[in-house]
């Protein structure tokens, strides 16, 4: 018999996006399972929790035969791994924002963020230089302390932007959930991949 898939899942807020799909795609998850344990078995497969910067990690190196993850990270960290569907859920935007009562200065501008290959890529396409200020949290806390020019972040609706005196400048692109799929297991365990593949795009249809 072979062994159950092993499947990644992100913790935090796109675990809690995708927790519905899961459950109507037969893998019910415990209420606060990853606040209390790293793996369980579930819907007859192998589930671990991992950060969600980890999971295509996890995924890439045969750790795990697919995972979920958000777009963000798949266009901060690219991976060697299959991409086959996007949930559709846990949607936000990747924006540049900015202070309200201080438009963006002559180039070049600091630019605070937790995303430095997406920023350093958006801007280098337009031939606008900047200073790269990596920060690990409370981005929008860079432009009032003078310490950034404008931000670029992953927002939800916005709200965190506005209560900062933050505007949004432009939108890079939207971020849904998406699964990913290890390529070796594709090759090896494709059927069994294909048939959870459909239970989740079913899932996302009915939702």
């Not at 795609?25 to 007859?44: C, K, N, T």
């Not at 950060?51 to 190196?61: A, N, R, W």
Request: with cysteine; glycine share 10%; charged share 25%.
């Amino acid at each position: 018999m072979d062994p159950p898939l092993v499947a990644a899942l992100p913790t935090g807020r796109l675990l809690r996006a995708v927790t519905g799909l899961l459950d109507r795609a037969g893998v019910p998850l415990p209420e606060g399972s990853a606040d209390r344990r790293l793996r369980l078995r579930a819907g007859g497969m192998e589930v671990l929790f991992a950060k969600d910067g980890d999971v295509p990690i996890y995924v890439e190196h045969g750790v795990a035969d697919f995972g979920v993850v958000g777009r963000d990270i798949l266009e901060e960290q690219p991976a060697h791994i299959y991409e086959p569907l996007d949930l559709g859920v846990g949607r936000c935007r990747m924006v540049v924002a900015r202070p309200v009562a201080r438009p963006l200065p002559e180039p070049p501008l600091r630019v605070a963020t937790k995303y430095p290959s997406v920023t350093a890529r958006h801007f280098g396409a337009r031939g606008v230089p900047i200073e790269l200020i990596r920060l690990s949290g409370a981005i929008e806390l860079a432009p009032a302390m003078d310490l950034a020019d404008a931000v670029v972040d992953l927002v939800e609706t916005g709200a965190t932007l506005r209560d900062n005196g933050l505007v949004e400048e432009e939108t890079l692109f939207e971020s849904t959930a998406r699964v990913v799929v290890n390529r070796a297991s594709f090759r090896l365990r494709g059927s069994a991949l294909q048939g959870w593949l459909q239970r989740l795009e079913t899932a996302t249809e009915e939702g």
